[in-house]
């Protein structure tokens, strides 16, 4: 069952601060601290028995341990790091089961674009105001944390709004 515009707005205002952190973080460092991993994960279980079903909320932390396991074949597989990883389990009960063909229509654009994004900025001006940045250096490896970030928020925005 999807989520209902209450749950979904509930969701997205609690995460925003997460996901900009994520964001940044993963430009700045190349790297999503633990602690903001366990603080995603930490919001779903104080959140979620106040706006979800007590059944459904339950059975949602089995996303996580699915995504981990997902999440450490793709880190295994070099498509993505461990902090990515980490958070895209973190993050997997937040998106019903019956939503996961939505969230990839969602995340497979965000990750061509964001990619795209990230490397026209880095032949830009910008990179040399935000020259400390990790991400800028390194030629063969993308912050994945980035479209991550912005597909769950994206996912939660339209749910929030009634949209999808």
Known sequence: MPLDTFQALCFFVTLLPVCLFVIWSDLATMKIPNKVVLATLALYAIVGPFVLP?????????????????????????????G????????????????????GAIMAPMIIVTFILHRIARATPLSTVTAHWESWERRREFPMGVPLALTLLTYLGLRALGAA
């Not at 059944?55 to 461990?82: C, E, I, K, P, T």
């Not at 990515?84 to 969230?103: E, W």
């Open 54 to 82: 007590v059944d459904d909320y339950a059975w949602r932390f089995s996303h996580a341990v699915v995504m981990l396991f997902a999440g450490m074949a793709m880190n295994a597989g070099g498509v993505m790091g461990a």
């Open 84 to 103: 990515d990883a980490k958070f895209l389990a973190a993050a997997a009960p937040f998106v019903p089961l019956g939503d996961a063909i939505f969230l």
